[in-house]
DNA sequence: TTGTAGGCGTTATCAC
DNA sequence: GTGATAACGCCTACAA
């Protein structure tokens, strides 16, 4: 870090552009913050100045000065950075990040600890954040939700159960219920399924979906084996579809990580995809496409998520009314698996 | 969110804690800074009015009137966060904020545009943080390296070139020369190396590392093909060294993912791992273990990489001088692969 | 449309 | 050891 010895000037303020422009404090102030009632000569005028002393106007200073907050937290449960790795909460991070970049709040993050969450508590209701944003995958750390009485939150993800709460999510139901009409309309009647945990919003309402289109084309729905979103268990799930002995042309996994898993075990028993039996999963992650062949699936924008869920923050904070619930589109990737 | 209608009391301050206490809002003030030279009767009499009224600093004020942020930034560069799902990222941030959490600053995110960088450039410079931290793999993204001259900032990996720059990482070289090296001490001498790119710090390190334990033993180092770091890439270069026509009996891969595309082409050519070839990878990340044998590999302490960055910021910003670089220690993960 | 002035909640410098 | 009292940099009635 630089010297800071003789010729350092101070961080400009406000005072400085005011004098430098020949005018009052006000006046910077009204420009700074596009106050539409200022004279263009003047306000150009001040621009300038602002320009030439390189002026940034003092957040904290601001926050003080209007008593409002000017930052949003993202909570990430600690049970979830605990999973090593998880591209999910990348892409929540990047939406968020993205849609804030162009508003004047800041992002910060905390990792709630479970150990001491008095901390986190205490920090969202402090008065010194305008809103909150919780990721996670696990119904369990709802545990926040009962805040929304006292500052804006948003959620990822539907709640488990009723809740009041805002949130952002993807029509996992309507989801898995298109992928699965493309297995049929393939022409495949013997379709199975593996469904993630049911203990899980996710988990629930694709499998749901399955059986909603299943049901329409009076078909079977009773291939239907568990997992709990992991590769190996994706693997296990196939081992016991296989297992039954009953036909399976067609299979709609609850995601691609599973769907990878459920690969391995097809392809060592010598059947083709998508010639023996049409895979299709959810996600669109990185899997799909590490996988051979290419996985069709649904593709789930995280980032969109990201972005929506800070829009309906920021729209909370100032006061707009907006939907509880958004539900953002998904899109079906048609790859080589069906 | 609750209506504002009645009954809601302001946010506690100082003051109120104050009259509470019957005493001055200067000896709060020193009670919540921890300033020793306070009686302790009257510091009890005031930590149990904090905790009466529920007082929680305001960091804008604070911030303010001791003229210093209280924030530090950690810098996404955009062309990081398009990779889709980055296990690297959410560790390192979950690093930064664990040590964090246990310090007065609070942790916000930028992504960087590179549309846009003066926008970034003058938040930093802005006075409202207090350091920053740069997490990014590409050696293109040392952009930001000549902010250090005005304000604190750790970089994560090792810069490409020289750099008076601070910054934390393995010591990819000696990690990768102890993963050869068991390798060798296994008996095997016909040791390939699958690469990384050779314009990245880690792709250069580990490669050299390779080398450097194959002169050691005396072994011959011409084995080498080089990937990107992707699943796919893994694959084509295994294809390419079986290609090669000489034979190989012991595989170090620079990281765990394209090992695990060197494990479906080492596999589909009906060569047994660790048996045929013994492979050992690098990273230690899911790839290592969602693969079948299990991958021996280097243990790449990313978490820690983020703690210890921010212990180092945290210690720049407070004007401890501390090493420009510093690595921190890798260990040999032994599983099935060799 | 512009300027004046008070205040936001803390810290920090003084006296006491 | 404790308490006044100025800042800190900005916003915002209110007045002009």
Redesign the interface.
Known sequence: ??QDTSGNRP?PTLEMVAALAGVSRATVSRVVNDVPSVDEDIAAKVRQAILAVNY??????R??ASRR?N?VTLI?PESM?KV????????V??GV??YL?DTDY??????A?EAKPE?TR??L????VAGALVVSHHAGDRSWTHL?????MVFAGRPLGESASYYVDVDNEAAAAGATRLLISNGRTNIATIAGPQDMPPGIDRISGWRLAMAEAGLDDSLVEYGDF???SGAKAMRRLLGSGKPIDGLFVANDQMAAGAY?VLQERGLRIPQDVAVVGFDD??FAT?V?PQLTTVHHPIIEMGKKMAEILVD?IEGKDTARVTQIPTSLVIRESA
């Open positions: 870090m630089k961080t940034t106007p003092n957040r904290a200073a926050s003080l907050p930052s990430v950075s090593f790795a998880d591209p999910f909460f990348a892409s991070v990047q990040a993205l970049a800041t992002l910060n993050m905390v990792i600890s901390k205490a920090f209701l402090g008065g010194n929304s009485d006292y500052i804006p992991t590769l190996a391995t992650d990185s590490s051979n909370l």
